[in-house]
Nanobody
């Protein structure tokens, strides 16, 4: 299983970035994919998730209306479009995967089995 993130960078407050998570080594449609982030000195937190087979999504409250998660199943890739970025969005962003089960999963309840290496997002004020 491999998850490779890309798309991070430095952006001014109010700007946008699109993160990509390219997945390989497993059946993409069988998984939930989530984006997590960790800022310096803080605990890792869930940002957004998508159930690939259903297309259902979830978001943490602080990013609702600003971030959009989507998937391109033909490319085995999940995207996180981040608009109106704020300095508090600064963190290392990780892509993670969890096998889909009958239990309804949101980003708040996700317990990933596989993780990517992360990509840095820095938002300047």
């Amino acid at each position: 299983v491999q998850l490779v993130e890309s798309g991070g960078g430095l952006v001014q407050a109010g700007g946008s970035l699109r993160l990509s998570c390219a997945a390989s080594g497993f059946t993409f449609d069988d998984y939930e994919i989530g984006w997590f982030r960790q800022a310096p000195g803080k605990e890792r937190e869930g940002v957004s998730s998508i159930t690939i087979s259903l297309g259902t999504t979830s978001y943490r409250d602080s990013v609702k209306g600003r971030f959009t998660i989507s998937s391109d199943n033909a490319k085995n890739t999940v995207y996180l479009q981040m608009n109106n970025l704020k300095p508090e969005d600064t963190a290392v962003y990780y892509c993670a995967a969890q096998l889909e089960t009958a239990r309804i999963v949101t980003i708040a309840t996700m317990t990933p089995e596989h993780w990517g290496q992360g990509t840095q997002v820095t938002v300047s004020s």
